[in-house]
């Protein structure tokens, strides 16, 4: 299912496995980056926050965006997320399906995640 030239994302900060292909690096002059993020079913991220915020569109599949203290909600092709800076929150595949999404960061050189703990078993299956 990963495209060829995907690679693997960071485990350390993924539950299950996940593939990211770059279409627009670091250093270029919109200092968006953007990534193609592909997750297994089942895979999330842990939960981290942005410190410029980012936009989440989907591509593929189905999964899930949650916030901190908020009810997930369900994604599909075509929908959007706006993710305000430093909200705590994750995003991934649904237990039966792929998930695609395009993951845009603004501001990339201002400041990297800040990655926090996984979603555990327990808040990932409440969600479902
Ligand atoms: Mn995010």
Same mark, same amino acid.
């Given at each position: 299912? @990963? ?6 994302? $960071? ?11 770059? !279409?627009? &690096?670091?250093?270029?002059?919109? /200092? ?5 993020? =592909?997750? +297994?079913?089942?895979?999330?991220? &842990? ?6 915020? $980012? =936009? ?17 909600? !369900? ?17 991934? @595949? ?7 999404? =395009?993951?845009? &960061?603004?501001? @990339?050189? $201002?400041?990297?995640?800040?990655? !926090? +703990?996984?979603?555990? /078993?327990? +808040? ?5």
């Amino acid at each position: 299912m @990963a495209p060829a030239s995907a690679q693997p994302a $960071q485990a350390q900060y993924f539950t299950g496995t996940a593939w990211v292909k770059m !279409l627009a &690096n670091a250093g270029n002059a919109t /200092d968006c980056t953007v990534g193609d993020v =592909l997750f +297994e079913p089942g895979c999330r991220n &842990n939960w981290h926050s942005h410190p410029h915020g $980012q =936009l989440l569109v989907v591509t593929s599949g189905t999964g899930y965006y949650q916030e901190k203290g908020q009810p997930a909600r !369900l994604l599909r092709p075509g929908d959007t997320v706006v993710i305000a800076p430093d909200v705590v929150h994750w995003h991934g @595949a649904t237990a039966t399906d792929w998930f695609a999404h =395009l993951a845009i &960061n603004p501001s @990339a050189s $201002q400041g990297a995640p800040v990655w !926090l +703990e996984p979603v555990t /078993d327990a +808040e990932y299956q409440a969600v479902h």
